[in-house]
């Protein structure tokens, strides 16, 4: 495995659903991220983890619940998802969180995510 | 408030230059990135530019202007596999990565 994985690639859910995104990154990073991606917009920082640690929380509603049990792996847990919650979800690491090119971030190819 | 802005869509042929801009406002400065994505795809790192002056490398450069606030990727001897979204994002005060919108570059033979 290379890079950042993330499962699934893609998720259909009613909006009573509970689901979860995993992403997985084998470049020994210590920063994760993740983003929501819709069309025409720019990538909406939701959450960040450097070293496990919770650092960044954006207004995020709390229908999505993060989790980072180790710096390799970054769950995002879903329920009672709204249809306008429809998007791509993005995954990303870096080997730093601030400062420079070491805060280069590396991302994994998505899911996405269909509320219905 | 914050803002990057990008032109939405371009278009360019086969085998030409094009050069796509971004102006930004943000709170403090610590470096620009110039990413690329492919339509369902993973953003993928292009360029990084905390520096004044033209970065080079291979068939892409970026240049910088912090004064202006302004940046631009130039793309050399288009390809098809050039078509993507092209993403300018910067690292304001605070570390925080502020993102375009990105700008969907269209090749046609």
């Known amino acids: 495995e290379t890079g950042v994985t993330q499962t699934p690639r893609h998720l259909v859910m009613g909006m009573t659903n509970k689901k979860s995104l995993k992403c997985e990154q084998h470049l020994g990073h210590n920063a994760m991220y993740w983003y929501k991606q819709s069309a025409k917009k720019p990538l909406e920082l939701m959450f960040v983890y450097n070293f496990k640690e919770q650092t960044e929380n954006n207004s995020v509603p709390s229908r999505f619940s993060p989790e980072c049990p180790n710096s390799s792996h970054l769950f995002l847990h879903l329920h009672t998802l709204q249809p306008e919650d429809s998007a791509l979800y993005l995954c990303?690491?870096?080997?730093?969180?601030?400062?420079?090119?070491?805060?280069?971030?590396?991302f994994g190819p998505g899911t996405r995510l269909t509320v219905l | 408030g914050q803002n990057i802005d990008q032109p939405t869509e371009m278009t360019a042929t086969e085998g030409a230059i094009v050069q796509i801009n971004c102006t930004y406002q943000?709170?403090?400065?610590?470096?620009l990135f110039w990413y690329q994505q492919h339509a369902g795809e993973a953003p993928t790192f292009l360029s990084y530019n905390v520096l004044d002056g033209l970065e080079e490398k291979g068939r892409f450069s970026s240049f910088l202007s912090r004064s202006k606030g302004y940046s631009y990727l130039l793309l050399k001897e288009l390809q098809m596999k050039d078509s993507a979204s092209y993403l300018c994002?910067?690292?304001?005060?605070?570390?925080?990565?502020?993102w375009g919108a990105g700008t969907k570059l269209i090749i046609k033979p």
């Open positions: 990303a690491s870096s080997q730093e969180l601030a400062g420079g090119p070491t805060d280069t971030q590396y």
């Open positions: 994002a910067v690292t304001d005060s605070n570390y925080q990565l502020i």
């Open positions: 943000t709170s403090g400065f610590n470096g």
